[in-house]
């Protein structure tokens, strides 16, 4: 199975700081089809996952332009260029290039 | 639109069996594959296993590989996730997401507890 190590686990932001999460995982994800199956989820507290960033980096319709996603093969970011109030939650990386399918552990995203 | 609509809160007994469903709406049902998410209380989120409803094509994650059935419904757009047999550990909120995890249901919530 595909290893997805996010870092950090935590990570207290300031209102309208930058925030950046990392996704590593143990093999790479470039998929047989040129694909780069690694997508981004965003959970408030209480809510289902919401779609962010699929594909490594398209933000998904309705995403702020402040959310970004960036990487290849095996390291991928996730990064928020001004974080607000809204942005509190816990972020997940999955992968979807080999089955099983597999998710970071989580990232909390909290304000300082 | 579309919509994914999960049935209601179950509470159950261990050793009892449940099927919960996910219905889907505003897209080609058969053109997508459908997963099932576990997320346990206070934890991160597990892939169970997903379905291609347009040929029944089904994949378990090992870890849920003979705990649970997933199956699907062309003819009412339905995909289902089913145990034979609760156990007290299967307590958790269950969401069912379309591959590429764009649209999610609003979760299950299944409590199993003596």
């Known amino acids: 199975d595909i290893v997805m190590t996010q870092t950090p686990l935590s990570s207290p932001v300031t209102l309208g700081q930058p925030a950046s999460i990392s996704c590593r995982s143990s093999q790479s994800l470039v998929h047989s089809d040129g694909n780069t199956y690694l997508t981004w989820l965003q959970q408030r507290p209480g809510q289902p996952p919401r779609l962010l960033i699929y594909k490594t980096s398209d933000r998904f319709s309705g995403v702020p332009d402040r959310f970004s996603g960036s990487g290849a093969g095996t390291d991928f970011t996730l990064k928020i260029s001004r974080v607000e109030a809204e942005d509190v939650g816990v972020y997940y990386c999955t992968q979807a290039t080999q089955f099983p399918w597999t998710f970071g552990q989580g990232t909390k995203v909290e304000i300082k | 639109e579309v919509q994914l609509v999960q049935s209601g809160a179950e509470v159950k007994k261990p050793g009892e069996s449940l099927k919960i469903s996910c219905k889907a709406s505003g897209y080609s049902f058969t053109a997508y594959w459908i997963g099932w998410v576990r997320q346990m209380p206070g934890k991160g989120l597990e892939w169970m296993g997903i379905i291609y409803p347009g040929n029944s094509d089904t994949r378990y994650s090992p870890s849920f590989q003979g705990q649970v059935t997933i199956s699907a419904d062309k003819s009412i757009s339905t995909a289902y996730l089913q145990w034979s047999s609760l156990k007290a550990s299967d307590t958790a909120m269950y969401y069912c997401?379309?591959?590429?995890?764009?649209?999610w249901g609003q979760g299950t919530l299944v409590t199993v507890s003596s």
């Open positions: 997401v379309r591959h590429p995890a764009d649209f």
